[in-house]
């Protein structure tokens, strides 16, 4: 199963070198980050402008500034020169992948558990007054732009605290200016509070898809042979349904899931936007928006790797679900 | 949806420049007392911008600032330190030899400076004299080697620093030496021979201080090129752990907030009363409100808008005013393109657009106090400020008269297109602005339903790099903002002259030149305003930009703390940082 | 344009045999059975009416900016207006067609392309379906915001609705051709594909003419899914300032606009939405009907 997993991990460099390449050609034709600064008033000196030219290597060419870059990552683990001259590439992902893995892990969680919750209850009472409503919801849920819930959830936070006149949701940032001062429960409290409304967003917008996914795989186990032969051996409802419905129905859940972490961490962009956190979203517009071409490429990185390696977990809990199926 | 405000350097006012002054002078036509630009506790910013919602303060409180922006480098000498969000962080650090009053005055810093004067014309010399118990945090005293290293950073003489990277040289690169006597305590700043600086004030101040002797420490030779190079590359990276002004960082959480406590070696008269002083980065400017609510910050000053003015105003408790910066927003020809060369076609495409009724649509649905700009150079409120561009007729949205000055030059319209005298019709012009700037989007579109009445249209197109865009005058129209100053000298004959580096649509004027650098050139400030005055109305005339308005500041502040006021300069509202406090009961 | 695609499809299919005539009839009665899909679909015909019809009806259109700003809704504005004094009501018309538009023409491009991929995939099998299926994975590795972002920076002076829509379209077809190549892989071992290929039917004949008609109830409703999740995409963009541009305008640009109105003028931020939430809502019911009408045990990898 090492093996397999060590193999997979190895087919994604060859993916990932591929995507790198892609996002650096079209990154460097979207414009160069010079050129803001001939807008400025009094000009920036021309030498200032060479200098930084030279420093982002932008006076070799495109194959040649890929290599090097692929070269000083591979041989020193460096991420390269930002446009931002004190901005370390490297120590940026990592304090931000941080800040969203825990946003994205804990909404991922949540979202399972709310997509198999509705999603069984869906299927063992199919048709009943309980399937509509979480269909309705599940399908509304799927419906709404993803900023368009966070905003209001922001609002609808702000209100609450208004009208209770305490702080209770916290709209802003990822954590409390003090926190380094805090003990360790202030702390968790502070990340925690700090994350609720985030996480009820990515988690709502999350779920649905899942939600519906889930009834139906539930919907195809019940109808399967072989549950129905439990049953008429006389197995309770209840032990049936956990023991060899739920989990055979968890399968496909377990893969859709991991192949969703891309998307999650798309709308995890949006997510850190309304709520102003600094993370691997608003690293990736802040580095579009500056043409910050390493910035780019090291923020596809970090999140190609994250996205493949959920891959293989996934693969991997396809296998510990189903005894059926063994990697070698 | 970001924006990135860089080019500190040139915002220097020297003299009074903002609306409300114009005001308070009596100058002032219109007088809109039912929609006021401030609210109760600003009232009075109006007519004593400098002292209004002053109090005394009472020990203890933290006061939360937000910064529209995070930033990386903390070395403000530097083209990617040059923000005004790091200059606002760092104001209660640095210590800086003149602060612009909101008053628009540049005052001397009375806490670390005994004087800075001009003592010789030629070669000119400026002589500042520091206070003797003025010190960093590690008690070293404040000296001469600091204001040494300022000036090897900005030069941009690579046999003083090897590869700095200054945001701009003026006033830098025309310095010859910088000497320190009197136990470092006097320091002489001599330029080059026959070249002078109008604005030297700029120097030292619309920049900072920072401690060489640290970047000795760190085995820096600050007498060799490369050694001052390292030492800018280390300030740049390293959080502060010093200050050499009333506050000191205590705590960064990157991207977050930068929090500041007192400076214990603190030498000023006032000594700070708040316990900490908060700045948070808040990017997305629908969180501002919402965080204003929440007291998730007590006080900002962000670009406004008419949410943030709303929002502002309806928060209980908390205390707005709207004042008037050194920013205009004008819409530019290009007289590259050979219609547009015509002179006849361009007055009348000024004439045909209503600035008023842009302004009403944009600005004015926040500020009450917002009116066309009549001056490429000056702003009301400036004793030098002369409106050059109403006598046209330009800006007025008068169509009939646009029509006339088309018809009288031989143009017809015919089926709703513009035709040259020549018999082609005019194609249709290309509009620019830059992408995500709602109020430039609306100014566009006004722009073009007006221009279809004399048979002009008019293609929107945003730009992504407003820099480029100009400086290879991709464009036929374009609208942006100049950073004004009272530098209008320098800025006059940047913009005016042919060929010069903000003249990017080419306009080319023989008598314009003539007066233009005559008036850069002069010693005599009333000389100088005449002659550029003169070459203005001629730029006027000829119809090669059209003045919008002066672009509004905001400032908004819980009520229960004081001496927090709007500053439009650079020096922005943290000028007095050290005075702000909770409200003495 | 899209109610034709899922009614008329079938029987447009240059393949017809008596078999599946009556199969899309069987399909078609099933789908009617849905109470919901087909109340969907009447409220998803008529936005399109709003859309497109709409402003040939309406006083004031898109480009109408004289009125006041900030106008609450009224009878002169139905909707209200923005602070430029747009007339919301012809905005959203106008919005509403481009962000049909672009979803759409996503639907079509991508199905089309990603269709014809992932049954090539699915068809030839081993070297050619690894090579096809490692171009696919490239790009579902890719996270989608990022390539949106760059991509449609890209475009210069702002993005067109049709060139968001090819954004988006690059985007959307590695997903589709996932499915399609499942559907193709257990089609391929059936006996109407033998009973082809020992006619002697050239390769391509037997995906376009057997492969894929037969895959047909996958391929329209993974349509119909990407048609919302397309809307929903052009909004995420549009808030992060990377979709269409003023003066035009899409249902994303004005909630965009409107988000810091949600307090002082929220029939600016509330009536966009609603108008996105109803097309995706009438969309995603549509395509849960037709999935149960083309197979009630279908079950579609949603991404």
């Not at chain 2, 960082?249 to 700070?272: E, M, R, T």
């Not at chain 2, 990017?283 to 406004?304: F, H, R």
């Not at chain 2, 106090?369 to 400020?385: I, R, T």
């Not at chain 3, 008529?46 to 609450?72: E, M, N, Q, R, T």
């Amino acid at each position: 199963m090492i093996a397999y997993a060590v193999r997979r991990l190895l087919i994604g460099i060859p993916v990932l070198i591929a995507a790198s390449i892609f996002v650096f050609v079209i990154a460097s034709f979207s414009g160069n980050p010079i050129d803001d600064m001939e807008a400025r008033n009094p000009p920036v000196p021309l030498e200032t402008r060479q200098l930084e030219a030279k420093r982002l290597g932008l006076d070799k060419s495109l194959p040649e500034r890929y290599v090097n870059w692929l070269g000083n990552l591979v041989l020193h683990g460096d991420f390269g020169q930002s446009t931002e001259k004190s901005l370390h590439i490297g120590e940026q992902l990592g304090d931000r992948l941080w800040v969203t893995l825990r946003l994205v892990f804990v909404a991922m969680l949540l979202a399972v558990l709310l997509a198999v919750l509705s999603g069984v209850l869906s299927a063992v009472r199919q048709y009943s007054k309980v399937d509509y409503g979480f269909t309705f919801v599940g399908f509304l849920a799927l419906s709404i732009p993803s900023f368009w819930l966070a905003l209001l959830l922001k609002e609808a936070g702000v209100a609450y605290n208004q009208s209770t006149g305490s702080q209770v949701f916290y709209t802003l940032g990822d954590q409390d200016y003090n926190h380094d001062s805090f003990d360790t429960w202030g702390k968790i409290t502070d990340i925690a509070g700090h994350m609720v409304l985030p996480t009820i967003s990515l988690t709502l917008i999350t779920y649905a898809a899942w939600s519906r996914y889930q009834r139906s795989a539930m919907l195809e186990v019940l109808n399967s042979d072989y549950v129905r032969l439990a049953r008429s051996k006389g197995l309770r409802s209840r032990q049936v349904m956990i023991r060899h419905a739920l989990r055979t129905a968890l399968i496909p859940l377990a893969t859709i899931t991991a192949v969703d972490i891309g998307g999650i961490f798309g709308g995890a962009v949006i997510t850190e936007t309304v709520f102003n956190w600094s993370g691997m979203g608003t690293y990736l517009l802040d580095s579009v928006t500056r043409r910050d071409v390493n910035s780019l490429l090291g923020w596809l990185l970090v999140s190609g790797i994250v996205v493949i390696v959920f891959n293989v977990i996934a693969d991997l809990l396809y296998a510990v679900l189903d005894p059926r199926i063994r990697y070698e | 949806m970001r924006t990135r405000s860089k080019g500190l350097t040139s915002l220097i006012a020297v003299t009074a420049a903002s609306l409300l002054t114009l005001t308070a002078c009596g100058g002032g036509s219109d007088s809109n007392k039912e929609t006021p630009t401030s609210n109760a506790g600003y009232a009075d910013c109006e007519k004593s911008p400098n002292t209004c919602n002053s109090g005394n303060t009472k020990p203890g409180g933290e006061y939360i600032f937000g910064l529209e922006q995070s930033f990386t480098s903390w070395n403000i000498n530097t083209e990617e330190g040059n923000t005004l969000v790091a200059s606002q962080a760092l104001s209660g650090v640095l210590p800086q030899v003149f602060k612009s009053d909101p008053g628009g005055t540049l005052q001397l810093n009375t806490d670390l400076m005994v004087s800075a004067e001009l003592t010789n014309q030629n070669p000119q010399t400026v002589v500042y004299k520091i206070k003797s118990d003025a010190v960093w945090s590690d008690g070293t005293p404040i000296s001469a080697d600091d204001f040494i290293m300022g000036w090897k950073w900005n030069s941009g003489k690579k046999e003083l620093c090897t590869e700095c990277t200054p945001a701009s040289t003026s006033g830098w690169d025309i310095v010859k030496s910088v000497v320190g006597s009197d136990n470092g305590k006097t320091v002489t700043l001599t330029f080059e021979d026959g070249k002078t600086y109008a604005d030297w004030k700029g120097n030292y101040s619309t920049d900072g201080l920072y401690p060489s002797h640290l970047a000795t420490k760190q085995g820096f030779d600050l007498s060799k090129p490369e050694g001052v190079n390292s030492a800018s590359n280390w300030f740049s990276e390293t959080v502060p752990t010093w200050s050499g002004g009333p506050l000191i960082i205590d705590a960064f959480n990157k991207d977050q907030s930068l929090v500041l406590k007192k400076n214990d070696k603190w030498y000023g008269k006032v000594k700070p009363s708040l316990d900490k002083v908060i700045f948070k980065f808040i990017i997305d400017q629908g969180s501002v409100i919402p965080a204003l609510k929440n007291k998730e910050i007590t006080g900002m000053s962000p670009q406004p808008n008419a949410a943030l003015v709303n929002g502002a105003a309806e928060t209980p408790g908390v205390i707005y005013r709207i004042g008037h910066g050194y920013q205009w927003e004008h819409i530019d020809l290009n007289l590259k393109n050979k219609y547009l060369a015509d002179v006849a076609l361009r007055q009348a495409i000024f004439t045909a657009i209503n600035v008023k009724s842009v302004i009403d649509k944009t600005y004015g649905v926040f500020d009450k106090a917002a009116k066309p700009l009549g001056s490429h150079n000056f702003f009301p409120g400036d004793p030098n400020y002369k409106d050059v561009v109403s006598p046209t007729g330009q800006g007025s949205g008068d169509i009939e008269k646009a029509k006339k000055i088309l018809t009288d030059a031989g143009y017809k319209i015919e089926g709703g297109k513009l035709i040259t005298k020549a018999g082609e019709p005019v194609p249709a012009l290309r509009f620019r602005h830059t992408k995500g700037n709602q109020l430039r989007a609306t100014t566009a579109e006004l722009v073009q339903a007006a221009l279809k009445n004399i048979g002009v249209d008019i293609k929107i197109e945003v730009t992504e790099t407003l820099g480029k865009t100009l400086s290879t005058a991709d464009y036929d129209m374009i609208i942006f903002a100049w950073v004004g100053s009272p530098l209008y000298q320098g800025s006059a004959e940047q913009n005016w002259v042919t060929g010069n580096g903000g003249n990017y649509g080419n306009y080319s004027n023989a008598e314009v030149d003539k007066l233009t650098n005559e008036g850069a050139r002069s010693l005599d400030p009333k000389k100088a305003a005449d002659l550029i005055n003169q070459g203005n109305e001629i730029v006027a005339k000829e119809a090669y930009v059209l003045p919008i308005a002066q672009k509004p500041t905001l400032t908004f502040t819980y009520s229960d703390y004081v001496n927090i006021r709007d500053n439009a300069t650079q020096w922005s509202p943290t000028y007095n940082i050290q005075e702000w406090g909770q409200k003495a009961a | 344009m899209s109610s034709s695609l899922v009614t008329k499809a079938p029987e447009a299919s240059p393949v017809l045999t008596t078999r599946q005539r009556s199969q899309a009839e069987l399909v078609l009665r099933r789908f009617l059975r849905h109470k919901l899909a087909v109340g969907s679909l009447v409220l998803f015909l008529l936005i399109v009416l709003f859309a497109f019809v709409g402003p040939l009806l309406w006083k004031y259109d898109y480009s109408y900016i004289d009125g006041p700003s900030f106008s609450p809704p009224s009878a002169e504005y139905p909707l209200g207006t923005d602070q430029a004094g747009h007339d919301l009501l012809g905005q959203s018309m106008r919005g509403t067609q481009q962000s049909l538009k672009i979803s759409l023409l996503v639907a079509l491009i991508a199905t089309t392309f990603g269709a014809l991929w992932g049954a090539i995939a699915g068809f030839y099998r081993g070297w050619a379906d690894g090579l096809l299926m490692r171009v696919a994975d490239v790009v579902l590795t890719l996270p989608s915001i990022a390539i949106a972002v760059t991509l449609s920076v890209n475009i210069s002076g702002g993005a067109s609705w049709w060139g968001l829509a090819l954004v988006l379209s690059f985007l959307a077809w590695a997903g589709i051709s996932r499915v399609v190549r499942g559907v193709v892989l257990s089609l391929r071992e059936q006996e109407f594909v033998e009973a082809a290929k020992a006619m002697g039917a050239s390769d391509m004949r037997i995906i376009v003419r057997h492969l894929l008609p037969n895959a047909l109830g996958s391929i329209i409703v993974a349509a119909t899914v990407t048609i919302a999740t397309t809307i929903l995409a052009e909004t995420a963009l549009s808030f992060i300032g990377f979709g269409v541009q003023r003066p035009d305008t899409s249902l994303g640009l004005l909630i965009n606009d409107a988000k810091l109105s949600v307090q002082d003028q929220p029939w600016l931020f509330y009536f966009p939405g609603l108008f996105i939430i109803l097309i995706a809502l009438t969309v995603n019911f549509i395509g849960d009907g037709l999935r149960d009408a083309f197979d009630p045990r279908q079950t579609l990898v949603r991404r």
